[in-house]
Nanobody, 128 residues
């Protein structure tokens, strides 16, 4: 069992920054590729960023590339999403998720079906 708890969301103006945290329970969290997803009202959940279990390989969606950075601290069982230059279109509920299958150290995925544990989400609202 893995429990994921997101924090760090809130209301920010256009151009502002937020850092989301995803704190995980379980000793083997460092073995799991992890992703950040978001879901805006009326839209499907979409991948934002993903990171391998080692933290050495990452992915960012084109819409956030150059503005968002995913990282992890396995000693703290925590994955972060640093969000800079925020735009109103970044407004959404942000979720972290862990893929607990057996994957290599450099593996990350954007495939939602491979993520089997999800947090409850944290709201990010960017005002114009």
């Amino acid at each position: 069992q893995v429990q994921l708890v997101e924090s760090g969301g809130g209301l920010v103006q256009t151009g502002g920054s937020l850092r989301l945290s995803c704190a995980a329970s379980g000793r083997t969290f460092s073995s799991y590729p992890t992703g950040w997803f978001r879901q805006a009202p009326g839209k499907e959940r979409e991948v934002v960023s993903a990171i391998s279990s080692s933290g050495g390989s990452t992915y960012s969606a084109d819409s956030v590339k150059g503005r968002f950075t995913i990282s992890r601290d396995n000693a703290k069982n925590t994955v972060y999403l640093q969000m800079n230059s925020l735009k109103p279109e970044d407004t959404a509920v942000y979720y972290c998720a862990a893929a607990t299958g057996k994957y290599g150290l450099g593996y990350w995925t954007t495939d939602r079906s491979k993520y089997d544990y999800w947090g409850q989400g944290t709201q990010v609202t960017v005002s114009a």
